[in-house]
């Protein structure tokens, strides 16, 4: 067992006693900003940190090794899918930025998979990004366009330009913007297009794309990334088109997918925005729900318009997210459920986990209600025992309702984002609160 992991356990342990002792009703509020920050500041450095750097370099064909079992062991190659390729480059960058790890060691990783992401991955005759290149990203694996890890792409240069404050980066950033722009946005009914060919041209209709949908299909799930990449990039670039495209997808993440008879939202829509209410869209996710808020709070505070207009809905959302998700026994959220009944897809995933830390405490935050504090606390305690791996590193995908963690700690779909950013949201957060008092 690492050094390192252990010394960590062995303080986060004592924390946890001491948080499920006084930890009674969802709303009481048993510990101060500084007792959970610390703990917190520990899982980013040594746990997330520690786990990707540097192991998760990939020193002989670029871009980085996401491919790590339970105990955090590398599996050999595998491909390179554009969305955790750029989700590392985010991870890197952002962490140089907010000031975790040593600066010129994470700008220099975010450099590595940048490098990868504009060499190997950008498809240099059409523009825009494969979905997936072999290991050394020589064979196109999966060629074609979707906006879902289009936005991804965007949202990580975006972060790097930010955290380098390099204008080549920026211009790159500019360059993927304008090709959205031209491409893929829907003038017609808002949003974007989200399956394209390999030159861009729209899959047919009936095809299915690389999230699993019909191509004539828009998901909440791929604007409410589009919406955050949009908000980093109109933040690193002040572009006054940017922010018309952000305050349209901030429209459509607070109100065109909202089910406003149901209290949550849904994620499959025809291209009018018509809702699709039957198989995926016949059901609530509810960390798609929570994360939801404060993304929207994030870009709100960005393109500079109020938040007030939008707590009715942050409420509701939050409600009904508590009362059909949240696991009153041990704390967190289940993963999904059908509308207006308990959640049925009942463990716990660690991205879940992870932004519904964010969520209740920017709902704290907002409102100074305690009942979001025992939220995100319980949620906090709930996660420190069973989600994260303090021996092994980095945090288990799954928790079952049994409370049995399980899975590979890195793969095609998982690596240090989420979670990551999680606790550099919620640091930043607890440390407001502070000044506050």
């Known amino acids: 067992m690492p050094l390192r992991y252990t010394i960590a356990r062995m303080n986060v342990v ?16 048993s510990l101060t900003p500084a007792a959970v920050a610390a703990p917190m500041e520990k899982a980013l450095r040594e746990n997330i940190l520690g786990f990707w750097y540097p192991q998760s370099l990939d020193r002989k064909h670029g871009g980085y090794t996401i491919n790590h079992g339970p105990e955090g062991k590398p599996k050999g190659d595998a491909p390179k899918m554009i969305v955790t390729q750029s989700r590392m480059v985010w991870l890197f960058a952002r962490a140089a930025r907010a000031g975790y790890g040593d600066r010129k060691q994470m700008l220099a990783a975010a450099e590595h998979g940048y490098q990868f992401l504009t060499t190997k991955m950008w498809d240099a005759k059409n523009g825009g990004f494969y979905w997936e290149v072999d290991v050394t990203g020589e064979k196109k694996l999966r060629p074609k366009k979707h906006m879902y890890g289009e936005s991804f792409a965007l949202y990580a240069i975006s972060e ?28 017609k009914y808002g949003g974007y297009r ?37 908000t980093t990039f109109y933040r690193a670039s ?25 209290g949550s939202c849904s994620d499959q829509y025809k291209l009018d925005w018509t809702p699709i209410r039957e198989g995926g869209g016949a059901r609530a996710s509810y960390g798609h729900d929570l994360e939801n808020i404060w993304l929207l709070v994030d870009a709100a505070e960005t393109a500079r318009v109020p938040v007030a207009p939008m707590m009715d809905l942050f409420r509701s959302n939050f ?32 991205w879940v986990e992870a932004e519904a830390l964010v969520s209740a405490l920017t709902m704290f935050k907002l409102t100074n209600d305690p009942l979001y504090w025992g939220i995100f606390e319980k949620t906090w305690v709930f996660t420190n025992r069973h989600q994260i791996d303090w021996v092994h590193g980095e945090w288990w995908p799954s ?17 240090g984002y989420h979670n990551g950013r999680a606790m550099i949201e919620c640091i930043q957060l607890l440390k407001g609160l502070q000044e506050q008092k």
């Not at 508590?322 to 660690?350: C, I, M, N, V």
């Open 319 to 350: 409600a009904y997210s508590l009362k059909y998700g949240w696991d009153e026994k041990d704390g967190g959220f289940w993963d999904w459920g059908p509308f207006l009944q308990p959640a049925t897809a009942r463990s716990k995933t660690w």
């Open 399 to 415: 928790v079952s309702e049994r409370l049995e963690s399980s899975g590979d700690k890195a793969n095609t779909w998982k690596a």
């Open 238 to 262: 002040q572009l006054p088109l940017a922010r018309e495209r952000l305050l349209e997808l901030m429209m459509i993440e607070s109100n065109a997918v909202v089910r406003k008879d149901v």
């Open 14 to 29: 004592g924390c946890l006693l001491a948080m499920c002792a006084v930890l009674g009703p969802v709303a009481a509020q």
């Open 194 to 230: 989200e399956t394209f060919e390999e030159d861009w041209t729209p899959s047919p209709l009936g095809e299915q794309g690389y999230m699993g949908v019909d191509s004539s299909v828009k998901l909440m799930n791929t604007h409410l990334h589009l919406m955050e990449a949009m």
């Open 160 to 187: 790097y330009a930010q955290a380098s404050g390099r204008k080549d980066v920026l211009a790159f950033a500019t360059k993927v913007f304008d090709l959205f722009e031209k491409k893929a946005h829907d003038a």
